[in-house]
């Protein structure tokens, strides 16, 4: 199975600052790299496929990179409605796994 | 709207079975792979199982292989999870997915028939296992 590790595991941010969050798949995935957002209560939401391909209607602030086995998520400017834990997911391979996420806070 | 609302929760005993099921609207049910997902208790998202556009095709975690089946009525737009030997690892919100590819726009043969991206997903159904 292919492992995905995100980090950091959580990290605080004022409004408006850029973070970056980082997925790292145990093997090559190729671009096969999707990112979620779960808001707290609340179902996962598709923000980014294929690595870098934004969902409609998803912010423009949000963009991912990357390829093989390191990729990346970007907020450019961390909003209030930003709060929410953000997964990686591999879709390469079945059986499809997740990374253990990133709980994203407003400092 | 796309919508699909999960239902089938509640608490059960150790070693018992439940059945789960998805309800979808606003969208061509039958064109679409689906999916199960959960998540235990303050836990992430754990990849259950994938049922292709047509029923033809299903493959499960190794968590819940052996013990479970997916299945999709395309008439009643209606997905299902059946769950058996219930341990409180199966102890989790239970949430149904739709894959992002359209095989009514696209060619879906075997060994491509999913995108496996989750682009619409229900709100979830708990499923609680105490005795």
């Known amino acids: 199975d292919i492992q995905m590790t995100q980090s950091p595991s959580s990290l605080s941010a004022p409004v408006g600052d850029r973070v970056t969050l980082t997925c790292q798949a145990s093997?090559?995935?190729?671009?096969?790299l999707n990112w979620y957002q779960q808001k707290p209560g609340k179902a996962p939401k598709l923000l980014i496929y294929d690595a870098s391909t934004l969902e409609t209607g998803v912010p423009s602030r949000f963009s991912g990179g990357g390829s093989g086995t390191d990729f990346s998520l970007t907020i450019t400017s961390l909003q209030p409605e930003d709060i929410a834990t953000y997964y990686c997911?591999?879709?390469?391979?079945?059986?499809?796994?997740f990374g253990g996420g990133t709980k994203v806070e407003i400092k | 709207q796309v919508q699909l609302v999960e239902s089938g929760g509640g608490v059960v005993q150790p070693g018992r079975s439940l059945r789960l099921s998805c309800t979808a609207s606003?969208?061509?049910?039958?064109?679409?792979?689906m999916y199960w997902v959960r998540q235990a208790p303050g836990k992430g998202l754990e990849w259950v199982a994938i049922i292709s556009y047509d029923g033809n095709n299903k493959y499960y975690a190794d968590s819940v292989r052996g013990r479970s089946t997916v299945s999709r009525d395309n008439s009643k737009n209606t997905l299902n999870l059946q769950l058996n030997s219930l341990t409180s690892e199966d102890a989790a919100v239970y949430y149904c997915?739709?894959?992002?590819?359209?095989?009514?726009?696209?060619?879906?043969?075997?060994?491509?028939?999913?995108?496996?991206?989750?682009?619409?997903w229900g709100k979830g159904t708990t499923v609680a296992v105490s005795s």
């Open positions: 093997q090559d995935i190729r671009i096969c």
């Open positions: 997915a739709r894959d992002g590819k359209d095989c009514s726009r696209s060619t879906c043969y075997l060994g491509h028939q999913y995108k496996y991206s989750m682009d619409v």
């Open positions: 997911q591999q879709c390469d391979n079945l059986p499809l796994t």
């Open positions: 606003g969208f061509s049910f039958s064109s679409f792979g």
